[in-house]
């Protein structure tokens, strides 16, 4: 996809993920990539939200110090991101109405979220299987971060976006050619939503794809935007 945006300043993903590649590619910019090697399961907060910021935070750390200081001659922008997936369990006997809404008619759904539990990749194939097999009828969020880091002025800003999601049944069927497959295992929560196997099964996405693939849209042409101004 040739860009048609304005060339005075450069784009670098912090990222080797296809879906934001691809992502960043459909909103028009050109960019060039650069991953971070940093210890995941060192950084650790308690609540998901930060944990996904501060992660993307270490991932611009980590690159920028391999970028050399005068090398730049316009402004250059690092993306970075990182997701963590929050199940949302259900609580047989109690109930609170939810209404959802799918293209054709409105459905009455009752849940009650009794507890948050933040799941990153699976550790194993059995833990990948027990993710997806509990999003069968259930729901689950996605908890996104973006940070955008100016590599010209060290300013830097980053944000968050969720996205709850509503599944329908998941047979066992499905759930073991994803597994055999193997995509399941590189993502938060082995959720894969665009995926031809599970895309049937999702009843609703209250937010947008493009954020439970890894790269909130809007968020991310916000943070660019800001983070440009400081030039």
């Not at 993920?17 to 971070?36: P, V």
């Not at 369990?89 to 948050?116: A, F």
């Not at 709850?164 to 994803?178: A, G, R, V």
């Amino acid at each position: 996809m040739e860009s048609d945006r304005p060339p005075h300043f450069k784009v670098i993903l912090g990222s080797s993920s296809i879906a934001r590649r691809s992502i960043l590619t459909d909103m028009g910019y050109q960019f060039t990539l650069m991953s971070a090697d940093i210890d995941e399961k060192s950084i650790r907060k308690e609540k998901p939200e930060e944990l996904v910021l501060a992660l993307a935070e270490a991932k611009a750390e980590a690159i920028t110090q391999r970028i050399p200081d005068d090398v730049e001659d316009k402004p250059t922008l690092l993306v970075t991101c990182d997701q963590d997936c929050k199940q949302l369990r259900l609580l047989v006997g109690k109930v609170v109405h939810r209404r959802l809404q799918t293209k054709d008619r409105p459905l009455e759904n009752l849940v009650v979220v009794y507890e948050d539990a933040v799941r990153e990749k699976p550790s194993s194939v059995e833990e990948a299987r027990e993710y997806i097999r509990s999003y069968s009828k259930g729901r689950t969020a996605t908890v996104s971060s973006v940070v955008v880091t100016n590599l010209k002025t060290g300013f830097r800003k980053g944000g968050v976006d969720r996205v709850e999601i509503y599944f329908n049944e998941i047979s066992e069927e499905i759930i073991e050619k994803l597994i055999e497959e193997g995509m399941v295992l590189r993502v938060a929560g082995a959720l894969l939503i665009e995926h031809p196997l599970i895309l049937p099964c999702v009843k609703e996405v209250v937010g947008t794809t493009d954020s439970v693939m890894g790269l909130p849209k809007p968020l991310t042409e916000k943070l660019l935007k800001e983070v440009l101004a400081t030039t």
